[in-house]
């Protein structure tokens, strides 16, 4: 599957600025703000969309983070290999195609294509591996035979079904108790009360084909992959074990990273990621933002009505990519007032030291993201005056290279 276009970043060292500290981040599964110095390339995964309708806010505040993410991991010197997927066939999609009368390949394909324009307009760093679930099949066959010679997989009627159990880290991504993810699985897709099953958490890997469905033939029979044995087998694949970071939207921590992880580690023995980082949710005006409401914000359509992406890239970036938090009709104007400030800034003959800027937005964005802090240091240095007349230039590079502004 294509990628987007990569935006020119430029590079500070470059400009006699040096490097960035290390980062630390979130990993939901300590707990805890940890180091994430990648030994080598940095590795990162990230869960892709199920392209049955456009790029909404959610999704954009989510592939902002790892955005930020790769941005500060190349200000530290390292390299990066990205990987995401697209989930172009699964049950919503389907439903969504039926619903609407279009052909579900047609329906992804338009979407997954939206999507591309903005992130491109976004000035989103592309995954390097952009790859469809599709695609993929060959590769979860591979991982479910695997995974049948561990003895964790098991038949009901004609689904695969894994054994989350035989995975000895099961439920140290989320740390949820079994109630929690049981209620959990339920509402995010899984089946719980499915008869037949060993444990009710127990997660599809292969779902035999069903009247009206797509399938594919395989070694398994003919159908289709489960959700999570997606991500398992893609990663796997393109990044190897033990990874820097498992990314996506904290809608994921359960159950699809956990069920991702224990996948992966039945599998191989060896821990699927170092790190498990997820971004908060967004919210609309003080209800969540669904389809089903009608109250979806569109990348896209923000975009249609004449917004600056950068200044939709800002309003996101006033949030720090942890927090759970609302949309209301002003953070827009408030970004565009913002940008206007700071483009004013970065077009004066002279201005404030522009080093203590970029040493301001290195410790900001390497204390876990924190672009709340960064924004206040780039307001803070365009209100102020100073004497140097090539500080609005190294500052305007600072702010495209970290934080992706243009």
Known sequence: MQSWPRPSIPRLVDAGLGTGPVVRIHDTSRGDVVPTDPEGAARLYVCGITPYDATHLGHANTYLTFDLLQRAWLDHGVEVHYTQNVTDVDDPLLERATATGVDWVELAERETQLFREDMTALRMLPPEHYVGAVESI??????IKRLEETGSVYRVDDDL?????????????????????????????????????????????????????????????????????????????????????????????????????????????EAFARAYVHAGMVGY?????????????????????????????????????????????????????????????????????????????????????????ALAAVDAWAAADGEDGEAPAVARTAVDALLGVA
């Open 285 to 373: 005006e003080g209800e969540k933002m669904s389809k089903s409401k009608g109250n979806l914000v569109l990348v896209s359509r923000l975009r249609a009505a004449g917004h600056d992406p950068m200044a939709i890239r800002l309003a996101l970036l006033a949030h720090h990519y942890r927090e759970d938090w609302e949309w209301f009709g002003d953070e827009i104007g408030a970004a565009e007032e913002r940008l206007a400030r700071w483009r004013a800034a970065f077009a004066r003959p002279l201005a404030g030291s522009a080093k203590v800027l970029v040493e301001q937005l290195r410790e900001a964005l390497a204390n876990d993201l924190d672009a709340p802090a």
């Open 138 to 143: 060959p590769l979860v066959v591979d991982m």
């Open 161 to 269: 079904y894994f054994e989350v159990r035989s995975a000895a880290g099961f439920g140290e991504v989320s740390g949820y108790d079994a109630e929690t993810m049981t209620r959990f699985f339920a509402e995010r897709g899984g089946d719980p009360d499915r008869p037949g099953k060993r444990d009710p958490l127990d997660c599809l890997l292969w779902q035999a084909e069903r009247p009206g469905e797509p399938a594919w033939d395989t070694e398994l029979g003919r159908g289709r992959p489960g959700w999570h044995i997606e991500c398992s087998a893609i990663a796997l694949h393109h990044l190897g074990t033990a990874f820097d970071v498992q990314g996506g939207g904290s809608d994921l921590v359960f159950p699809h990273h956990e069920m991702s992880a224990a996948e992966a580690e039945r599998a191989t023995g």
